[in-house]
């Protein structure tokens, strides 16, 4: 047994810290850090700890177990230090039920719901416990008591009587296990977001991971910005989903109207794809082309009209490949196929999101991080960006799984290809 002491208290008796509450954590504790995380977590919350237990696994791939007393000066303090080390996997000894409380008011949940995270999650209902379905970050965890389920709902879908978590209280996380001692782009080396780091093996990594799903081991995601136009992708962007190794595609306005206007004018933004350079009135062109498609009264009927025969949208089409282009107060029309209602978009993003396991985001900021809000922990993502700060945000703002490439949209495409394309 191990006594910790807080540095500015000296050390710690059970007077001056009375309240007390026994944790354990299961798995890969060790090798995933998690143990040492939740002891500095302890100490920085001014709680104490001792550690009564600790057993650890043989192999690589045993599990470890390791038992704690924690103790705090205060019940809030000590419900502070429980709430924090719980996203590591620290649950107590003898856990109880969760709490429920019914929704009073529609798209609102009570005072104190249980904010859930993008990790695997239970809770425990009548002594057993359930594992919560399409789990997503920052929702609500609703209860069906009669069938026994629980789910992620977001605050805008919540009805009046909805059952809803309370508290931390009968809910457990599963932090994901990262292998340390795997060498691949997803084993969350020191850091990917370098401009300065090799990018060849990750592309390689990519590709695999690519080239698995579309043998059925997983369902890729694209969410891609107009960049991938601007900057001469397009025929690859369009190679990969003419491939088979697209399976939904998340967008705005931008990369639609800019890749119908590539087929129509043979421009994007005006400016000619294959000179570089601006052409008589070409600033009309992006404008045109939505009004086109505006007055045909969808990009599918574009295509099957034989108008549109080219391009990104088109072999979406053709391939029956579900996409999702939300709406921007930017938008310019919008095309009819753009979603305007924003949490109508987060409704369906959610449904497309469901079996996703790879997701390539390619120069877009804020869809980027809109899109990785709704992924679990265990979609592996990938966020191809020139501005490093892309990445750190997407970090910032919980997708901790990201890896991050910094470079031009162009290069990374046509790399990928070529690595697609080849056998190995």
Known sequence: MTQSSHPSLGVVTPDSEPFVEHVEMNGHIIESLL????????????????????????QRNDPSHASLTVRAGSRERLEEILTSIGQHGAVPRD?????????????????DFYCSTNQRTDIRLHGEWIAVEDQEMDCGVVVNQAAKSARCVPMSNVAVGDMVVIGRQGTRVHPEFHDTTKRDAFSFMDS?????K????????????????????????VVAGPAVVHTGSRDDFSWLIEQGFVDVLFAGNALATHDIEQSFYGTSLGVSVHEGSAVEKGHEHHLRTINRIRRLGSIRQAVESGILTSGIMYQCVKRDIPFLLAGSIRDDGPLPDVVTDAIEAQRRMRELCRDVTFCLMIATTLHSIATGNLLPAAVKVVCVDINPATVTKLADRGTFQTVGLVTDVQPFLSILVEDLKSDK
């Open 35 to 58: 143990l040492p995380k939740v002891l500095d977590q302890i100490t920085a919350l001014e709680g104490s700890f001792s550690i009564d237990q600790v057993t650890i696994g043989q």
């Open 95 to 111: 856990p109880k039920d969760c709490v429920l409380r019914p929704c009073d008011i529609p798209g609102a949940f009570p005072e």
């Open 192 to 196: 990917t977001v370098s401009s300065e």
């Open 198 to 221: 090799p990018k060849g093996a990750t592309v390689r990594e990519i590709a695999a991971a690519m080239k698995a799903a579309r043998r059925g081991e997983g369902k890729i995601l």
